[in-house]
């Protein structure tokens, strides 16, 4: 375990300053504040022509952003983290084909999607249970932690979810773009302690922003979502569920937090060397140790690289159901986080 | 006796003419009882106004139609769709059953846990839970300014021809009538003297 974390962290450590975009806090700070008023802006104005243009250029990009990411958080070896990564690489797989099982098995027939809610109340239980398993599995790599008290909150939201599963899932929607905001977090702790404070200052900004734009926008008129197109989008951001609130607002709210996401992914954890120089595969511990995978590693970017293209190009030709597929397939980046993330608590 | 029968001849004489007069008195009519209706789906609703267009007409799309239809022939429920949705026996067991665990586990916790943490643990216990009520709550009550807000444009934007939207409840009302009846929620603003 020590020697993983150390490895891990040797990466960080290699990243020399001069690979590092000097820059002060003040511009860093000026940067996130000007970019998340820009998107909230933008977001209030145009919801869903921003979220159809945000998606289709930086959903591939920040997917591959993340993978690069996860590939060098990877320990080279696993040591006695091997049953929590063991138990982090099964949830992914088992839960990520179980979430694309569902809508694969409606449209071809086989399921008529009685009992969804059921189905998707199962589907959040086997997730809430998974993050159980993988707080307590991280909190007994040090004694100095006690995190047993997972158990009754994850209890808790599993009843929750029980209560209303299909909110659950829109909780998970709009919750998910906020944990970039955590990882910028862990990161600027580890390596730009000084940019820390400028960057909490910021976040207070947020939920400003946020109330700023529900106050402005709770009375407009729902969005016309009289093509396929538009209706996917306010369903997602989930008109249908909430009737009462304006679909205008539920769109730009969530356009807003996935712009925030992008901006971290592609923009911040690069700008302050998380993801490492991006061109050098060295700087992955997998591909650095002694009998690593330097060409898997490389091969994997560039099929990751592919991938995007692909993306763009399927985009280019059916917009509504590449964005469709997309959103399936893209669970498997919202499972990975949870257990990177836990490991830079 | 002869005094007895005289009374009771004059009482009955008396009771005869107040039913003969009454009885002229024109039956009062049945207060009608408004016929209520049964909401089976709420969805959106807008209002455009088409200059070129010849008759009103009422766009329903199929798949509306259908959840319409289903839930139509549901009538015999005493729920709605929304009712039904939030309120599942088997997904309120399960609830429960995690409510149990949740709190068995937290007794568990609370036992292992030092008591100098216990504090501060409780206050972020009780902080978590009074978070996670209000969002209930809120999500719950399906919070959001009143629907009637999003109709007050509708004169307006009528005469400019602009399109109105809002929420709007599908009632199946008993009777053969077959007219289409939209009530639409606008509050009178009633204007003061002098302006």
């Known amino acids: 375990m020590e020697r993983s974390e150390t490895i891990s962290l040797n990466a960080w450590s290699g990243a020399r300053p001069s690979d590092r975009a000097e820059v002060s806090p003040r511009i860093f700070a000026a940067m996130l504040v000007v970019s998340a008023g820009l998107s909230a802006a933008l977001a209030s104005w145009l919801p869903l022509q921003v979220s159809i243009t945000t998606v ?206 992008y901006g971290v992914w592609i923009v911040a954890l690069p700008l302050i060397g998380a993801t490492g120089a991006i061109w050098k595969v060295r700087t992955i511990p997998l591909a650095r140790r002694r009998g690593g995978f330097p060409k898997l590693i490389a091969a994997i970017l560039i099929l990751g690289l592919f991938m995007v293209a692909l993306l763009w190009f399927g985009f280019s030709v059916n917009y509504p159901a590449m964005r469709d597929i997309y959103f399936a397939v893209a669970m498997a980046h919202v499972l990975a986080e949870a257990p990177f993330l836990l490991r830079m608590i | 006796m002869k005094r007895t029968v005289v009374l009771c001849a004059a009482v009955l004489l008396l009771a005869g003419s107040a039913v003969y007069s009454f009885g002229d008195i024109a039956r009062p009519k049945d207060t009608p009882t408004p016929t209520k209706g049964k909401t089976v789906l709420f969805t959106s609703l807008t209002v455009k106004p088409d200059s070129n267009a010849s008759e009103a007409r009422l766009q329903i799309s199929q798949s509306t139609l259908q959840s319409i239809v289903h839930e139509a022939g549901n009538l015999s429920s005493n729920e709605s769709m929304t009712e039904r949705l939030m309120h599942s026996s088997a997904r309120t067991m399960m609830a429960g059953l995690f409510m149990f665990l949740a709190v068995s586990f937290a007794g568990v916790w609370f036992a292992r846990s030092g008591q100098r943490r216990n504090h501060k643990t409780i206050a972020a216990a009780l902080l978590i839970a009074m978070v996670f009520s209000l969002a209930t709550v809120m999500v719950r009550a399906n919070a959001g300014p009143p629907g009637y807000l999003r109709w007050q444009g509708l004169p307006q934007n009528l005469k400019a021809g602009k399109v109105t939207g809002g929420g709007v409840s599908i009632e199946i009302v008993p009777g053969d009538d077959s007219t289409i009846n939209l009530i639409v929620p606008i509050r009178k603003v009633e204007k003061q003297d002098g302006e």
């Open chain 1, 56 to 261: 289709f250029l930086f959903a591939g990009p920040h997917n591959w952003f993340e993978l690069r990411y996860f590939l060098m958080r990877l320990p080279a070896r696993f040591g006695r983290s091997r049953n929590f990564f063991a138990v982090a690489f099964a949830g992914i797989f088992v839960l990520t084909a179980a979430y694309l099982s569902m809508p694969a098995l409606y449209y071809t027939n086989l399921w008529s999607g009685a009992n969804w809610p059921d189905a998707i109340a199962t589907w959040n239980t086997l997730l809430l249970l998974w993050l159980g398993a993988l707080v307590i599995l991280r909190g007994r790599q040090s004694s100095r932690r006690d995190w047993f008290w997972a158990v009754p909150v994850v209890f808790t939201v599993c009843a929750l979810n029980w209560l209303a599963p299909q909110l659950f899932s829109l909780a998970i929607v709009y919750a998910h773009p906020l944990v970039a905001l955590w990882f910028l977090d862990r990161h600027l702790r580890r390596t730009r302690p000084g940019w820390l404070r400028s960057y909490h200052s910021c976040l207070i900004l947020l939920p400003l922003l946020i109330v700023g734009m529900l106050w402005q926008l709770s009375r407009t008129s729902s969005l016309a979502d009289d093509n396929g197109l538009f209706w996917r989008i306010t369903q997602h951001a989930g008109s249908d569920l909430l009737p009462n609130v304006s679909s205008h607002m539920l769109v730009s709210l969530h356009v807003f937090l996935e712009m925030l996401h």
